[in-house]
């Protein structure tokens, strides 16, 4: 367990002390208020569970980074993480020794399932949030980004740069927010590029440099020129690089490893989220709810990489521009990989149905 | 077809060499007859080490350098406790593996994730890179491929099978008593050749770090540590035959890849099993068809045992 800043042991142990303190007075809930109570910003201590290590250069990192503008915010408030929490009864464990150490507020940057949902139900006094959760109880809410407008957009980009018209996927699991990325950069490349079709490989993993490499070496030498993914490394960028080809990336900016390679990003900013989520426990006003972030707060894409031609930023921002309206680009018909039609013409999906999509669209081999 | 076969031959070559020199390693100190499965924690030790040494000095060559003299510290701890303590040398590799793989994370925090400064980068060898398929592979590659396949192992398998020197290293791991018996100093060779090992091993996660990946991060060793201990079975404990199977492995796992990505009609979870159901092949098929495998590709004898010149 790790502290931010100085926290030491001793520190933690007063906080300890603190939460049971607080523990024992009685609710004064006001009307019109939550049953969290108000506090004090320094007498909060706010808890962090990460799936990986926050050097990990994306996933991890891009929640780390809007710890830290929230803490900026919030300068007296506490706050404790560990990393690498195993999706595991590891994670029960860790989760509870949060509460015992007096968090007020628990936050899993990953999906926990039963093994915070546990947790949660036995300590009811305290604020629960699960990232790529799917529950809502009285004290365990979820959020989410709605990253598949993000990679619409990317994949207008992509349907216009790409001379093969075949596009490769470096994926991890066959998981919903897994397929309703790769659907969703097909499809905005389909939109300007109707012969796109996308190549995904599985590498069974969210970090595997070295399978990511292997993956994107067999994508491009099957004919593949522009790459895309869901990992939380630069692997197939840097192999984008090598091989002339281009590639987007996802969770933060990382042309640094392929700047001639380097389209554009889903980047994730989660600052905002977090200091509206921890205002709102400060202030009492605090209920369990399923958010998701949608494009321009809290997801977006990266500023152009110096290999985008002008006017194909400008089609693609045009498309952000549309949805940043309201305008949703999920519209029907969509077919299946097999050429049903799964949405039929003018029905929209919406974002409910996006976050648990679990079929490949047309012109898609080896997601599910 | 040209361009596949070079792509799949290349990738092969460069992610199977950490197999090919790691079990290089494991068969110079199995030879002697201590089995070390502190290579996972060792490699990760070389890989994060590699990587601080890079950032610092701009020079690959000497992150690796720094990598196998870590490499070669964490084989000197562990040989102390099996080789002259007679400690349990599988509870001493696992110990090992996860003081590595704690000690890496925790010694590679600042580094984690960043660009390496310096990396082996590709070198076009003149004339014989042009050689179709097999030219880009081995000689368009990073300088370390030829060590690592050809060089390297030609001087283990020349040691261990033509000279003296070899003679002996090979009876303390047949017999240890026998070899007290005519002289040979025992203790001395395991130690040397357990430190030489773990040396290799952390040059293997210099190569992922520096070579393959190129950037040090947490897990990502991920298992390739265990795989190199398999292959050393695998290849009979003889050098060539361990590099050609890091090759072999390398390239099976190419091969799920591309045909991922190639869309032939087989599920993806079966061709991402290819790797571990070659080498359940590879093990079986050999020694079921051909009796005198067995013998010829049987382990030294006292591997694994302690040696204790009391006891003799």
């Known amino acids: 367990m790790k502290g931010h800043g100085l926290l030491t042991r001793r520190h933690l142990l007063a906080g300890v002390g603190a939460g049971i303190g607080c523990g024992l007075l009685p609710a004064q809930a006001a009307p019109g208020q939550t049953r969290f109570a108000p506090l004090a910003e320094e007498e909060a201590l706010i808890a962090f569970g990460h799936v990986g290590p926050i050097t990990d250069g994306g996933w991890t990192t891009a929640h780390e ?14 706050t404790i993480y560990v990393e690498t929490v195993p999706y595991s009864a590891d994670a029960t464990r860790i989760f509870r020794q949060f509460v015992a150490e007096g968090a007020q507020m628990v936050i899993a940057t990953s999906n926990y399932g039963d093994f915070i949902k546990d947790v949660a139900d036995r300590a009811p006094d305290v604020a629960f949030l ?63 590029n109707p012969a796109c079709t996308m190549n995904v490989i599985s590498i069974n993993s969210w970090f595997d440099p070295q399978a990511a490499t292997q993956a994107a070496s067999a994508l491009a030498d099957s004919g ?12 197939y960028l840097r ?21 001639d390679s380097y389209v554009s990003s889903v980047v994730l900013d989660f600052s905002h989220f977090y200091i509206e989520q921890v205002r709102a426990r400060l202030t009492g006003q605090w209920k369990a709810a399923g958010t998701f972030l949608t494009l321009g707060h ?5 500023v152009w990489g110096a290999t985008v031609p002008p006017e194909i930023a400008a089609r693609a921002d045009a498309v952000r521009d549309r949805i940043l309206a309201g305008e949703t680009p999920f519209r029907g018909p969509i077919r299946d990989a097999s050429g049903r039609i799964r949405v039929a013409a003018g029905e929209i999906m919406d974002d409910q149905a996006i976050y648990q999509w679990d079929w490949a669209v047309q012109g898609m081999t080896g997601l599910v | 077809m040209i361009v596949l076969l070079t792509g799949l031959l290349s990738t092969a070559v460069l992610a199977g060499g950490v197999l090919a020199l790691a079990a290089q390693g494991e068969v110079l100190a199995e030879r002697v007859g201590v089995v070390d499965l502190g290579v996972e924690g060792l490699m990760a030790l070389g890989a994060a080490t590699a990587v601080l040494v890079d950032m610092k000095t701009v020079n690959p060559w000497l992150g690796l350098l720094a990598a196998m003299a870590v490499g070669s510290a964490g084989g000197a701890v562990f040989a102390l406790a099996t080789v002259i303590m007679r400690a349990s040398q599988i509870l001493c590799g696992l110990a090992m593996t996860f003081l590595g793989l704690g000690l890496s994370a925790t010694i590679g925090h600042s580094v984690a994730g960043m660009p390496v400064a310096a990396t082996f980068a590709p070198v076009a060898i003149p004339v014989l890179r042009d050689i179709p398929v097999i030219g880009p592979a081995f000689f368009g590659q990073n300088l370390l491929v030829i060590p690592i396949y050809v060089l390297l192992p030609a001087v283990c398998q020349w040691m261990l099978f033509h000279t ?32 030489i090992g773990a040396a290799l091993a952390g040059g293997a996660g210099a190569y992922l770090s520096l070579a393959v990946t190129p950037s040090w991060s947490e897990g990502m060793v991920s298992g390739r540590g265990w795989i190199a201990v398999a292959l050393v079975i695998f290849a009979g404990w003889r050098p060539f035959n361990a590099a050609g199977a890091g090759l072999l492995f390398g390239l099976v796992s190419a091969i799920g890849y591309l045909g991922q990505a190639q869309n032939w009609p087989i599920a993806a979870p079966v061709l991402n099993m290819l790797p571990y159901l070659g080498t359940l092949a590879f093990i079986i098929v050999p020694v079921v068809l051909w009796k005198k495998m067995r ?18």
């Open chain 1, 298 to 302: 809290g997801v977006d894409r990266d």
């Open chain 1, 130 to 192: 699960e990232c790529d959760g799917t529950r809502v109880t009285d004290n365990l809410g979820w959020y989410y980004i709605t990253h598949w407008y993000a990679s619409y957009i990317i994949g207008v980009a992509a349907g216009l740069m790409t001379k093969t018209n075949r596009l490769g996927y470096v994926g991890t699991f066959p998981v919903p927010s897994v397929i309703a990325s790769a659907n969703a950069t097909l499809l905005g490349a389909q939109s300007v």
């Open chain 2, 295 to 312: 013998r010829l590709m049987a382990a030294p004898a006292a591997l694994g045992v302690p040696y204790d010149r009391s006891e003799r």
């Open chain 2, 164 to 195: 003296r020197h070899g003679l002996n290293l090979r009876a303390v791991g047949e017999n240890p008593a026998a070899a007290d018996a005519v002289g040979i100093p025992v203790t001395k060779f395991r130690f040397l050749y357990v430190v």
């Open chain 1, 224 to 235: 593949c020129d522009f790459l895309c993914g869901i990992t939380d490394d630069p692997a």
């Open chain 1, 239 to 259: 192999v984008a690089q090598a091989r002339g080809l281009k590639a987007a990336m996802w969770n933060l900016d990382m042309r640094r490893f392929g700047p």
């Open chain 1, 65 to 78: 980074l809007g710890i830290q503008k929230m803490k900026r915010v919030f300068p007296k408030l506490r």
